[in-house]
């Protein structure tokens, strides 16, 4: 129950006693392997509504949610 709520079913975990109690935590780090992705998308043109967002003003509008 508390993996599932931690999202963390089906991912390889790692146990750590610790004086508090038991640390659980993912093997793999939280952002690993992004700077492999960000090179590779890096490469990629932009649709046109990616490029459309790219674009757009950005505003301080506080009546936008």
Not at 22 to 41: N, Q
Not at 42 to 55: A, F, H, N, P, T
Request: no cysteine; hydrophobic share 30%; aromatic share 8%.
């Amino acid at each position: 129950m508390i993996i599932d709520q931690a999202q963390l079913e089906n991912k390889e975990l790692e146990f750590k006693v610790t004086n508090e109690g038991l640390l659980i935590h993912p093997k793999k780090k939280p952002r690993e392997g992004w700077a492999k992705e960000f090179d590779k998308k890096s490469g990629e043109s932009l649709s046109s509504e990616e490029q459309e967002w790219l674009d757009a003003f950005l505003t301080e509008d506080e009546k936008i949610e």
